[in-house]
T-cell receptor, first 113, second 107 residues
Framework: KQEVTQIPAALSVPEGENLVLNCSFTDSAIYNLQWFRQDPGKGLTSLLLIQSSQREQTSGRLNASLDKSSGRSTLYIAASQPGDSATYLC????????????FGQGTTLQVKP | DAMVIQNPRYQVTQFGKPVTLSCSQTLNHNVMYWYQQKSSQAPKLLFHYYDKDFNNEADTPDNFQSRRPNTSFCFLDIRSPGLGDAAMYLCPNYEQYFGPGTRLTVT
């Protein structure tokens, strides 16, 4: 059974720092992996999607990497801003591409001005 | 944009009183999902739709049911809500567009 773990559970950094969020999964047979952002009390917004054949994806100050063999993904946020404060969730779609996502519990990020 | 609309955004129900949450999508995707997200926890898949056919996950509680009368709409029925069913309920479409969700409070 696939399990997704995110470390750390919470992170507080001063504005301007570069930071890395970690995600690990137990079954390397995945179709894709996504990173989502969730603001308090809101739904989820997809940030980056990495197909199983890809190594990384970039969008603006965000870069996500995927190492399927080791069951790991990282989300790199450059030059963090207070507006980046949110919970970041990673989710994997199993190898059968059903779109049924298994989520980690998230990392809650606070960027202090 | 493949918009997903959930009504209401906030729903309060009493312990044991049936409640229905609704979801609609604008692009008539065949596939939709219902997720439950309890406070500070990961979203957890409850149901998965392909057209009108649905599958419930193995550990979806028995008091949860879902209906999809057409491609645009699907409903989540909670027959006898308990305090433990208080959560955010999310229904993304196949493109994983999640929308705002419905926050359910059980009093």
């Amino acid at each position: 059974k696939q399990e997704v773990t995110q470390i750390p559970a919470a992170l507080s950094v001063p504005e301007g720092e570069n930071l890395v969020l970690n995600c690990s999964f137990t079954d390397s047979a995945i179709y894709n992996l996504q990173w989502f952002r969730q603001d308090p009390g809101k739904g989820l917004t997809s940030l980056l999607l990495i197909q199983s054949s890809q190594r990384e994806q970039t969008s603006g100050r965000l870069n996500a990497s995927l190492d399927k063999s080791s069951g790991r993904s990282t989300l790199y946020i450059a030059a963090s801003q207070p507006g980046d404060s949110a919970t970041y969730l990673c989710a994997v779609d199993g190898s059968s591409n059903t779109g049924k996502l298994i989520f980690g519990q998230g990392t809650t990020l606070q960027v202090k001005p | 944009d493949a918009m997903v609309i959930q009504n209401p955004r906030y729903q309060v129900t009493q312990f044991g009183k049936p409640v229905t949450l609704s979801c609609s999508q604008t692009l008539n995707h065949n596939v939709m999902y219902w997720y439950q997200q309890k406070s500070s926890q990961a979203p957890k898949l409850l149901f998965h739709y392909y057209d009108k056919d649905f599958n419930n996950e193995a550990d979806t509680p028995d008091n949860f049911q879902s209906r999809r009368p057409n491609t645009s709409f699907c409903f989540l029925d909670i027959r006898s809500p308990g305090l433990g069913d208080a959560a955010m309920y999310l229904c993304p479409n196949y493109e994983q567009y999640f929308g705002p969700g419905t926050r359910l409070t059980v009093t």
